[in-house]
């Protein structure tokens, strides 16, 4: 069974950095992209970019370009996303996504609040 697990909430001050994790579970992690979205409350989807975890390969939207960095792990089978000088508005749902085993699988969601 395709899984993907997400860690905890997190609260920031503006200005600082958050890091989200996602372990993928089920398939082969190096054999799909993963996808990271977020959706800020009373917002749609916004797609961050994607991480290719055979490579390290990444893309990056244009909105995020500046301040996020995706990473993946293969000896864990994780994918991260950090996102730094986080602002009010970064306080959203951070979702990661595959289509593993030509599946359409998201995590659980992990909220960060951005909060002086």
């Known amino acids: 069974e395709v899984q993907l697990v997400q860690s905890g909430a997190e609260l920031r001050n503006p200005g600082a950095s958050v890091k989200v994790s996602c372990k993928a579970l089920?398939?082969?992690?190096?054999?799909?992209?993963i996808d990271w979205v977020r959706q800020a409350p009373g917002q749609g989807l916004e797609w961050m970019g994607r991480?290719?975890?055979?490579?390290?390969?990444?893309k990056y939207a244009r909105n995020f370009q500046d301040r996020v960095t995706f990473a993946a792990d293969t000896s864990t089978n994780t994918a991260y996303v950090e996102l730094t000088s986080v602002r009010i508005e970064d306080t959203a749902v951070y979702y990661c996504?595959?289509?593993?085993?030509?599946?359409?699988?998201w995590g659980q969601g992990t909220q960060v609040t951005v909060s002086v």
């Open positions: 991480i290719d975890p055979e490579n390290n390969g990444t």
């Open positions: 089920g398939y082969i992690f190096t054999s799909y992209y």
């Open positions: 996504a595959t289509k593993g085993n030509g599946g359409d699988y």
